[in-house]
């Protein structure tokens, strides 16, 4: 018997929209094969870590000896943080000697925290911890973010997969960093203010301040323009809440390094100089050489970079905290350095929390030809990260 003509078309749009499910799900069985591409019977996942050959010697004993992937050259971050969570109170002598800038790597301790205590202290099981947290944080990330991208339109997984798969990102699981758990924090932060858990926000917030010093911008997301005097009473305790982590934890490690704790690496600059530099750079090397040019995700990645941030200040939205995060983090980005610029910017990874923010607000937009060249402008930076990660069947063409 045929259904009724009423009932099949209320079924349709409902099968429309339970197909976009299909869109993350094969998005999540992509990235875990391209995950699995870095994986060796013999040294595990250590390849996603980024051991550099030069730095062979200079390892710290207790993960010296292990079967462990070693890249040319000086190799990448993940290899001192991986360092950091064998000994995650820096009681040992040797990792001074192992670190590249040890003040700088021990202030961002968190995630090799969790590392520490998912291998049970035991430095094999620290090292295929730390390969693969990342990869942890990004599937739950996925799931969290089905909260702001219910994917039921394809509006929706546009939006989730541009944010899964934004450059930064993927840059953090190909290379064990510390964005991509950060973004999750971040994320899980914002959605407790939304629901009106402020405490619980600020306590993530904080607990979150201990993986990168950058993620305390997360204040801009907590303090809430509420001005009765028992709202910024609380609004005030919230913030010293978010900030005592870091503050203990810079107190334990001022007792080691003293007033070397403190340098900053010329990783900020006066507004706009080192982003207008790095546009010099890049703009001409694209118009003389095309697609083939070596700074041609360079110059994807400044553009994505660029529209996210113009967007943000373009579209005040003082009562939305992930305006309020993605705002602070496009003025940090105003203030990058030469650090930040040089090569394939490492301040897409820093500024994940924007990209997000972004992908969530450019869903509020109701001019029908806006979001998509937003969509697209403002996420390019995803062919980095397609590139980055050597996805099945994109090699040929990035």
């Known amino acids: 018997m045929n259904p009724p003509a009423d009932a099949s078309s209320g079924a349709r749009p409902v099968w429309r929209a339970r197909a976009w499910w299909i869109v993350p799900a094969l ?7 391209a995950v699995w591409q870095f994986h ?28 462990l992937f070693f890249h040319p050259g000086g190799g990448y971050d993940g290899q001192f943080y991986v360092q950091i969570a064998t000994d995650p109170l820096l009681r040992d002598p040797e990792l001074d000697r192992s670190l590249d800038l040890a003040p700088h790597r021990v202030r961002r301790i968190l995630f090799s925290w969790t590392a520490w205590a998912a291998g049970f202290g035991k430095p094999a099981r620290i090292v295929a911890v730390y ?9 739950i990330l996925g799931w969290l973010s089905f909260r702001w991208f219910p994917p039921n339109s394809a509006r929706n997984a546009a939006r989730w997969v541009a944010t899964m798969f934004a450059g930064g990102l993927l840059w953090s699981v190909r290379d064990a960093l510390l964005d991509g758990p950060s973004l999750l924090l971040m994320a899980i932060g914002v959605l407790a203010l ?17 993986g990168r010093e950058t993620n305390i911008l997360a204040v801009a997301a907590q303090w809430q323009f509420i001005w009765t005097w028992r709202g910024i009473v609380r609004q005030v ?26 340098t900053t690496g010329h990783v900020m600059a006066g507004p706009l100089e080192w982003f207008l530099w790095r ?11 095309g697609w083939h040019a070596s700074s041609r ?102």
């Not at 390969?131 to 599937?139: D, M, R, T």
């Not at 939304?194 to 201990?210: H, K, N, Q, T």
């Not at 010293?240 to 704790?261: M, Q």
Request: glycine residues 8%; proline residues 6%; charged residues 15%.
């Open 297 to 398: 995700f360079s110059l994807l990645i400044l553009v994505s970079m660029s529209v996210q941030a113009l967007f943000l200040f373009a579209r005040p939205r003082w009562k939305d905290p992930w305006w309020r995060l993605g705002f602070a983090y496009a003025v940090l980005m105003v203030f990058f350095g030469r650090p930040l610029w040089e090569a394939d910017p490492g301040g897409l990874r820093v500024v994940l929390p924007m990209t997000m923010a972004f992908n969530v607000l450019i869903g509020q937009v109701e001019r029908p030809g806006l979001f998509w060249p937003l969509v697209v402008l403002g996420n390019l930076s995803v062919l980095f990260g397609l590139h980055l990660m050597q996805f099945p069947g994109t090699a040929a063409w990035l």
């Open 131 to 139: 390969a693969l947290q990342n990869v942890v944080c990004w599937l």
């Open 40 to 67: 060796d019977p013999h040294t595990g996942f250590s390849n996603l870590i980024v051991f550099g050959e030069r730095n062979k010697t200079r390892l710290v004993p207790a993960i010296r000896d292990l079967p």
């Open 194 to 210: 939304e629901r009106g858990r402020s405490w619980v926000s600020a306590i993530i917030f904080g607990i979150s301040g201990l």
């Open 279 to 289: 546009w010099r750079q890049v703009l001409p090397d694209v118009i003389a050489e």
């Open 27 to 33: 998005c999540v069985v992509w990235l875990l094969s």
């Open 237 to 262: 305790l919230q913030i010293a809440l978010i900030a005592l982590p870091l503050l203990i934890w810079f107190d334990y490690l001022y007792s080691l390094y003293r007033s070397s704790l403190f």
